[in-house]
């Protein structure tokens, strides 16, 4: 059972303009969200999270923006650069585990 | 800051054997968990562990085992492979501490190639 979906495998933006990710959810129990950011040969690399009582966090280029009622969540990169191609994952915490989408592979054009 | 550390990279395994990953959790941390990522999914939670006990469990077979030990390092064994058991196998650390519990660190991994 599928709780966190990613539903574009794929995003191709051009350098400098921003970038949206989005990942929706089922389990109202998950109290965190997560965007982890992956190249290959390397595990995940921790980005940015929102609690769930909060609508968004931003953290330099990075914002996140959480919609409970409608249990979405998206993930914001401007501006965004070469090295922002990467499999993003968002993933959600609740209790003891991370359940994570299946990604969305980012190419930033230059 | 050390951070998580796994070994081996790499393993390829016959079916029907017996593998053993390895894991070294991020200083000043003492939990850590293990994920199975296989090719075009994101990682699914097996276990973790915290004081060396099995504190949480994914829908993983008990052929899928692990110990936690005193320095807060950690195995994965898996029994009688298989070939869907081909995976990335990642290790991740996080602290029971504060209101940070819910970032874990990521290991590079250990790819898994079960023949």
């Known amino acids: 059972d599928q709780q966190v979906k990613q539903n574009s495998p794929s995003l191709s933006v051009q350098e400098g303009r921003i970038s949206i990710l989005n990942c929706d959810y089922t389990?109202?129990?998950?109290?965190?969200f997560l965007w982890y950011k992956k190249y290959p040969a390397e595990g995940p690399t921790f980005l940015i999270s929102?609690?769930?009582?909060?609508d968004k966090n931003e953290d330099g280029r990075f914002t996140v923006f959480l919609n409970k009622s409608a249990k979405h969540l998206s993930l914001h990169i401007v501006p965004s650069q070469p090295g922002d191609s990467a499999v993003y994952f968002c993933?959600?915490?609740?209790?003891?585990?991370?359940?994570f989408g299946a990604g969305t592979t980012v190419t930033v054009r230059a | 800051e050390t951070g998580v550390t796994q070994s081996p990279t790499h393993l390829i395994k016959t079916r029907g054997q017996q593998v053993t990953l390895r894991c070294s959790s991020q200083s000043g941390h003492n939990t850590v968990s293990w994920y199975q990522q296989a090719l075009g999914q994101g990682p699914q939670f097996i276990f973790q562990y915290y004081r060396e006990e099995e504190n949480g469990r994914g829908n993983f077979p008990p052929r899928f085992s692990g110990l936690q030990f005193p320095n807060y390092s950690s195995e994965l064994n898996v029994n009688a492979l298989e070939l869907d058991d081909s995976a990335l196998y990642l290790c991740a650390s996080s602290s029971r501490a504060g209101r940070r519990k819910m970032e874990q660190y990521f290991g590079p991994g250990t790819r898994l190639t079960v023949t």
């Open positions: 993933a959600a915490f609740n209790d003891y585990k991370l359940s």
């Open positions: 929102i609690s769930s009582i909060k």
């Open positions: 389990n109202s129990m998950f109290d965190y």
